[in-house]
C-alpha cells in the first residue's frame, strides 16, 4: 500500500471527468441492475413493519412497549439515543473535519451527512410515538394559544426538544447546500429533459463561475464551524435527559461529554459499516481507500479509550462519593439483572475495539466491520442499560422491577434499521453519493487528476 | 375431607409455618359476571351442614404445577441502608430522639418555599406502629378516585394502578418474622422532583401545598414517574377506564358507578393520588356556603383506616393534629436525605424487643 502515490486515491491517474463519471453514470446512464433492486425489496418489509408498529402504538396505546410503572422507558428512548448519536458522527466528519483540513474526508462525508439526516429523522420519531398522547406532542413548542400557556422550560425535554430540531434543521440544510454544485454536475450529464428540468431546479441556478465559488467556501466553512458547538449541545443536552434528573445512575455530571464521545463512537462505527458497503456496492475502491478505513479506525480506538475511561470515572465517583444509593445501582450493573447485557456491553465497547492498535486490523474490511458492528450493538445496549439499571434499581427499593421486552418493542429495534437502509438505497439511485467536486480537488491536490 | 379436593396455588411467605397454608373465603365464585367468575379457589367448598367451622381431616399435597402468583406489594428485608426507609426503634431509642424530616435542615439552591400562600397547607402523617397492613386504605382509595382494574395481564407486566401501595417490611428471619407495614401514597412534596421535569407543566404546585397533576394538560412523557423517588405516580398506558376497559368495566352501569366528583383519566395520561382534593373542594364550598372556617377533612384512606394509622389535615390550623404529629419524637421523611420536604411523612415503628423475643 505505502508504494503507492496517493494513499487517499487509489489510481495511478484520476481525472476530473473519470471521477463525475464513476458516480454520476451508475445513477444517469448505466443504472443500478438487480443488485440494488434486490436490496430494495429486502429493505421494504422493515419499512412496512416499522410503519406498522407505529400504526399500531398510535392506535392501541403505548402499552405495547414493555414499559412498566418502575421502568416507565424503554426501547424508544435507548434507540432515540442510539440513532442521533449515529448522525453525530455524519456531523463531524463533514465539519470538523473540513476544519481540521483532513481531506480524506472528500469522498465519505456526502454520505455521512446523508447518514446524519436520515437517522436524525429516525431519532426524531422516536421521542413522539414513546409520548402517552403523541398527538400533543407539539405541545412542546412555544406556540401561541389561547390559554397562554407555555412550555415549561425547566424541563430537559424542552430543551430536547429545541435540540432535535435545530439539529434536524442545521444537517438538512448542510446536506443540501453542499450537493450544489454537484447537482449541476448531474444537470449539465442529464440526458433527459426530466433530470435537466428536476437537478436544474435543485441546483439553484449553480453555474460554476468563481464568485459562486467564493460564496460557498464560505459559507460551507461558516456551517462547518457551526455544526461542531452544535453536534456536541445536541448530545450533551441527550446527556442531560437524564442528567438533570434525581435518580441514582444518571445524576452525574460526566453525562454531556460522555454522550458526546459515545455518540462519535457509534457514530464512525455506522459510517466504516455503510463505507465497506458503499465502497463494495457501488465499486468506489478507487475513492474509498484502506486508508479511510485507517483514520475511521483510529477515531473508533481513541473513543473507545474514552469510554472505557467514562465507565470507570461512573464506578470510581459512584464508590468515592460514598451515596449509598448510587453505590448500589453500580453494584447492580455488575450483578443485576442485566448483568450479562453490562458485561457484553464492555466486552463490545472497552475489550474489542482495542485489536485497532494493529494496523493490519485498521486495514482489514472484514476485522473492521466485524468491530464496528460490534461496538453499535455494545452503544445500543450501553443506551438500554442507562435506561433499565437506573430505573430497575432506584430509591423506593419496594417497587424494583425488571423490563419486559414486547414484540412491539423489537419492531422498532429492527425496522428502522431496514427504513434507513431503505432511504439510503433510494438516495443512492437518485444523487450523486460521493461528493464530486470535493473528490475532483481532492485528485488535484494529489496530483492525480 | 372425604371427596372434595381443591388445587390452589401457594405463594411462601415468611413467618408461616411448614406445612401451613392459608385459604381466604369468597373467592373461586362461579357467577360473578366476567371480572369475578373462576378467580381464584372456592374455600367454601369444604363446608358441611351445620353451624360448625371447624373440619377435621384435612389434607395438604404438594403438586408438580407451577403458577406465577401476582403481587402488588413487594416484600423487603431490612438491611444495611434500607433501615432508613423503614425505622424501628425502642423506648430507649425513643427517649433520645428528635422529631426529623419536617423540612429545611438541608442546605438548597432552590427558592424559599412560598406554596402555601393561600392559607392552608396540606398534610399527611401516617402511623407505621398502627398499621396492621390490611388494605383498606388502598380499596377505599380505589373506589374514592375512579382508580380503574386493569386485570392480571398488566399486573404481570408490573403496571398496577392504585395510588398508594402497601409496602412489607422485615427486619427479622423467617422463622421469627418482624414485619412492619407502610403505605405509600404521594408525597405531594415542598421541593417535587416531577415537577421540574415535565416539558408542558402538568405536574404543578397550587397554592395549599398540594402537588397537583393535570390530566388534559399530561402528554405522557412519563419523565415525572421517571423522576420521582417514591415512584407513587401511575400511568394509563392503555384506556384503562377510557374505551380499553378490562372484562365487563367499560359496561353502562359499571361506569354509572364512578365517583362523579372525580376526573376519569384518559389513555397516555400520568395520574396520582391528590390527596382526595374533591373532598377538600367539597369541604371548602359548604364552608364557603355557611359563612365559617374550613373544618376537618379526611381522605378516603384515612376514613377507611381501622386503626387510625392515617391521618390528613391543614398543618396550618390551631391546634392541627398533623402539626402535632410531626412535631412527635417518631417522626421521619422517606428519603429525607433527598431533601423533597414531603408532606406526607411517618411516625417510625416502636417496638418493644424484649417482649417479641418472649413470643
Redesign the interface.
Known sequence: MSGQPHPLIDAERLGYGAISAAVADPIQHEGFGRAWAIALLCTLPFVVLTLGAIGAVLTVGIGLSGVNTTVVWGFSIANYVWWIGIGNAGTLISSMLLLTRQRWRASINRFAEAMTLFAAAIAGLFPIIHLGRPLYAYWLAPYPNTMDLWPQWRSALVWDFWAILSYLLFSALFWFTGLLPDLATMRDRASTRAGRVIYGALALGWRNSARHWRAYETYHLTMAALAVPLVCSVHSIVGLDFAASLMPGWQESIFPPYFVVGAMFSGFAMVVVLAILIRWGLSLQAMITPAHFDAMAKVMLFASIVMAFSYATEWFTAWYGGEHADRTVIGYFFTGDYAPLYGLLLFCNCLAPQALWWRRVRRNLWWLAGISVLINVGMWLERILIVWNTLSHGHAVTLWRTYHTSLYDLAILIGPLGLFAFLFLVLARLLPIVSMHEVRQLARDEGAA | MKGVSVVAPVAVVSGVADGVAGLSLGHGRSRAGPIGTGIGVDGYRFMREGPGRLIRRLSLTALDERHAILRT??Y?QIE???EK?FPRIDLAALAAREPKGTGSDQPTLLAPWTGDADGHAWGMVIDTMACIGCNACVIACQSENNVPVVGPE?IA????MHWL?V??YDAGTPERIEAGFQP?PCMHCEHA?CE??????ASVHDGEGLNLQVYN???????C???C???VR??????YADG?EYANLGAEPVRAQRNPNVTVR?????EKCTYCIQRIANERQAAERDGRPMGEVSTACQSACPTRAIRFGDLNATDSPVAAQRADPRHYAL?EE?N?RPRTTYLADLRNPTREDRT
Open positions: 406489594q413487594n423487603t444495611g441502608e434500607t426507609l398488566e407486566r408490573g403496571r398496577m401501595r409496602d412489607i405509600v422532583p421540574p421535569v415535565c416539558p408542558v407543566a394538560r399530561c402528554v405522557g412523557t412519563r419523565f414517574e421517571a423522576n423517588p417514591y415512584k401511575r400511568f394509563n398506558f392503555f384506556g380499553q384518559s389513555r397516555g395520561v400520568m428519603m433527598l423533597t
